[in-house]
């Protein structure tokens, strides 16, 4: 099936009223919402209640959206320190279900929801799904893992409220993945990007890209680059689209970009976002980078107040030529905890994926940063792998590949780095978040 261009597309909002809504009206909804979330933390949180105590802010004080920031910060580590049901707004026997991420503590970051959040995440869901061009009529392979996990359920809620026909394969198994795909006439796809560019790749050799019926790719869950979603559009011939959650705020659905890529659109009658400078917490202008921290207006369960994703981007509040009115933030630069300091220099794993990706040919956009500390200074390795016909040239050409890698990564990052070159499916492939980054540093 041909990917869809801009000239033959047919735009589908699944709510006009919320995703055309007037700036004024919008906040008068969020101001409505916040007011309501405010008071019920208060007084059924402890932890808020003694926060905002802290603060000397009590709910009278806020009014309107407009107040939002007089209201107290909440970070992972507060989720954890909750560990599991201390957030709880609602008796426990209310909760219908609960999600997790893993911590570095061996504690989970858990997210409880009631029925209502469950419907709602559903909603925002297929919200995401009709902006990608996808109907009821659609047959959609979910590969991000079910469990804990948001992602498999997320989309599996969100093809239910659309609708679709959600094929719930989990990751794993590449070569089952690929006989259901092409087997129950899959539609469209979703899973991590580093997967969804293994999973095309693995299409690509076997030989069966023609025979699928796929139209539609939805990635997120982890940083990716324009450059990367265009090489899985090129070997799938599909148009991908890149979905935004995490289990704090509902998990998939927070936000997904249209058809053109001109940033996410975040469901803002759920999900207030502000871009706050990470050191000053002072707002950003539109198109300034700075921290993504988002206040749940309507959840139930676990509602949460400002909380700091880490994650790192820029709002747009203009009008998207899709005709929606809802913010948009740009894709991710990287996370504040992801950020590796190399000698003094702020690098991103997105910013070694853009430079790979722009030099082509021979090298795949899969690889590994590697950072070590050897006689007190910083060593970036960067392991990328390349065609194998190249290690059949001679010395020499292998040399200059790895000489132009060098060079265009000193130059992107501004930092230099040893460059390895390997092998074809060297690197560990990913089913679920990619592991880009090993910090051997005792920092």
């Not at 707004?89 to 503590?105: C, F, L, N």
């Not at 700075?290 to 203009?318: N, Q, W």
């Not at 007190?376 to 065609?387: I, Q």
């Not at 930092?415 to 880009?436: F, H, N």
């Amino acid at each position: 099936m041909a990917a869809v261009t801009l000239e033959n597309w047919v735009e589908r909002i699944r709510d006009p009223k919320i995703e055309c809504m007037s700036a004024d009206e919008m906040a008068a909804l969020q101001s409505k919402r916040l007011v309501d979330v405010v008071n019920r933390v208060y007084n059924n949180v402890d932890f808020y209640h003694k926060k905002m105590k802290d603060l000397g802010v009590e709910p009278g004080d806020i009014k309107g959206i407009e107040d939002i920031n007089k209201l107290p910060f909440t970070t992972k580590e507060d989720l954890r320190d909750n560990y599991p049901f201390g957030l709880l707004a609602i008796p426990k026997k209310d909760v219908v279900r609960v999600q997790g991420t893993s911590g570095t503590t061996g504690k989970l970051t858990l997210a409880s929801y009631s029925q209502k959040d469950v419907d709602v995440w559903g909603e925002c869901v297929a919200r995401c799904l009709t902006m990608a061009g996808l109907t009821e009529e659609d047959i959609i392979h979910v590969c991000y893992g079910y469990g804990l996990f948001t992602g498999g359920m997320g989309l599996d809620y969100g093809a239910k409220a659309l609708g679709a026909t959600a094929i719930p394969m989990s990751a794993g198994n590449t070569k089952r993945q690929m006989m259901c795909m092409e087997d129950f006439g899959a539609t469209a796809f979703a899973c991590t990007p580093s997967y969804a560019l293994h999973l095309a790749e693995s299409l690509e050799e076997a030989g069966v890209v023609d025979r699928l019926k796929l139209k539609a790719g939805i990635h997120g869950a982890e940083p990716w680059t324009v450059e990367m979603r265009k090489k899985i559009e090129s070997i799938l011939n599909i148009n991908c689209f890149d979905i935004y959650g995490l289990c704090e705020i509902s998990g998939p659905g927070v936000a997904q970009d249209c058809i053109h890529h001109a940033g996410l659109h975040i469901n803002v009658d759920y999900f207030y976002p502000e871009v706050l400078n990470p050191a000053t917490h002072e707002a950003c202008a539109d198109g300034e980078t700075g921290e993504l921290v988002f206040t749940t207006l309507a959840k139930e369960a676990m509602p949460l107040l400002r909380y700091r994703t880490k994650d790192l981007t820029s709002i747009d509040h203009s009008m998207c030529a899709c005709g929606r009115t809802t913010p948009r933030i740009s894709k991710f630069t990287g996370r504040t905890d992801d950020m590796k300091v190399i000698r003094g220099v702020n690098v991103f794993p997105t910013q070694v994926e853009t430079a790979l990706l722009s030099i082509g040919g021979a090298v795949a956009p899969h690889y590994l940063m590697i950072v070590d500390r050897e006689d007190n200074l910083d060593v970036l390795t960067v392991m990328v792998e390349v065609d194998e016909s190249m290690f059949s040239d001679e010395i020499r050409k292998l040399d200059a590949l790895k000489n132009k890698i060098s060079g265009v990564l000193k130059q992107a990052l501004g930092v230099s780095a040893r460059v390895k070159l390997v092998e074809p499916k060297t690197i560990q492939r990913s089913e679920g978040k990619a592991v880009r980054v090993i910090d051997k540093r005792n920092l």
